[in-house]
């Protein structure tokens, strides 16, 4: 079993609404969380931490569930720019690794 | 502005040659990275450096090496490249401390015939 894991999709997201994803881990032991994002042919960027009380950043809000080891990352009023692959972090003492990250495509 | 830079985009090397993929970062940083990203596979850590001349071995070392000669710098060396070596490849650096925040670079993307 991998140790993060993501589904791949796409998912495909009409401009204006709302998407939401999950990311679960495998290690209780994991510390801390985060949203990485990367577009095509680019490379990865943070997006955001995850925060245990969950957080807000803009349209994009993340929770952590540590009972059942996921976290999640929602996008409302999606836009075009939004498009792009969403690469779920989990770290634990020094060690980041990385899911193999969820494709969203926003389509007018 | 912050900033990793790989020294190649593209190479294309043939099975058994050497390989140099070359990585420099302008912040400072104590930490560097390779990780190699592969379809639905994600990003897998080659490498990593906490330190000049300290080195680790990541996740998946094996057919590769790695030299931090200076802070700034940090080398990642196929000895005799293969066609499952056929990748992007990502650098990545980041400050002392547990932090989550990497900075990558814009990766090299090899490919072995």
């Known amino acids: 079993r991998k140790e993060v894991e993501q589904d791949p999709g796409p998912f495909n997201v009409p401009e204006g609404a709302t998407v939401a994803f999950n990311c679960t881990y495998s290690?209780?032991?994991?510390?801390?969380f985060f949203w990485y994002r990367q577009d095509c042919r680019k490379e990865p960027k943070l997006l955001m931490s995850?925060?245990?009380s969950g957080n807000e950043d803009g349209r994009f809000t993340a929770q952590l569930n540590r009972a059942s080891q996921y976290i999640s990352l929602l996008i409302r009023d999606s836009k075009l720019s939004d498009s792009a692959t969403y690469l779920c972090?989990?770290?634990?003492?020094?060690?980041?690794?990385f899911g193999g990250g969820t494709r969203v495509l926003v389509k007018p | 502005d912050v900033k990793v830079t790989q020294s190649s985009r593209y190479l294309v090397k043939r099975t058994g040659e050497k390989v140099f993929l070359e990585c420099v970062q302008d912040?400072?940083?104590?930490?560097m990275f390779w990780y190699r990203q592969d379809p639905g596979l994600g990003l897998r850590l080659i490498y990593f450096?906490?330190?000049?001349?300290?080195?680790e071995k990541g996740d998946i070392p094996e057919g590769y090496s790695v030299s931090r000669e200076k802070k700034e710098r940090f080398s990642l060396i196929l000895e005799s490249a293969s066609t499952n070596q056929t990748s992007m490849y990502l650098c990545?650096?980041?400050?002392?401390?547990?932090?989550?925040?990497?900075?990558f670079g814009e990766g090299s993307r090899l490919t072995v015939l």
């Open positions: 990545a650096s980041r400050r002392q401390g547990n932090t989550g925040e990497l900075f």
């Open positions: 290690n209780s032991a994991s510390q801390s």
């Open positions: 995850v925060y245990s």
């Open positions: 972090v989990v770290m634990r003492g020094n060690k980041l690794t």
């Open positions: 912040m400072d940083h104590e930490n």
């Open positions: 450096s906490y330190d000049v001349k300290m080195k």
